[in-house]
């Protein structure tokens, strides 16, 4: 069982910048692949970007170019930097292993006002 804890969104508006970070216990955090999710009002959740575990980022098409996503294997933490933001990022963000889909943290909001 590994606990994720994110943090780092709050309202910005269109065209500013976030930067958001997800803590994870455990000792294997470095093994794993990890991602950011969001999930908007009424939608599904979906993925937004994964790092393998050797450092490889890859995005969803909606955030390529504007979001970057990087680790710090020696803190146990995921970023996600946000650029450019647009009201339809507007979600609840999440991070977790990537392909898991139990052991969810809390999620943080980001509200981007057009």
């Known amino acids: 069982q590994v606990q994720l804890v994110e943090s780092g969104g709050g309202l910005v508006q269109a065209g500013g910048s976030l930067r958001l970070s997800c803590a994870a216990s455990g000792s294997s955090f470095s093994a794993y692949a990890m991602a950011w999710y969001r999930q908007a009002p009424g939608k599904q959740r979906e993925l937004v970007a994964f790092i393998t575990s050797g450092g490889s980022p890859n995005y969803a098409d909606s955030v390529k170019g504007r979001f970057t996503i990087s680790r710090d294997n020696g803190k146990n933490t995921v970023y996600l930097q946000m650029n450019s933001l647009k009201a339809e990022d507007t979600a609840v963000y999440y991070c977790?292993?990537?392909?898991?889909?139990?052991?969810w943290g809390q999620g943080t909001q980001v509200t981007v006002s057009s």
């Open positions: 977790n292993r990537y392909g898991f889909r139990y052991d």
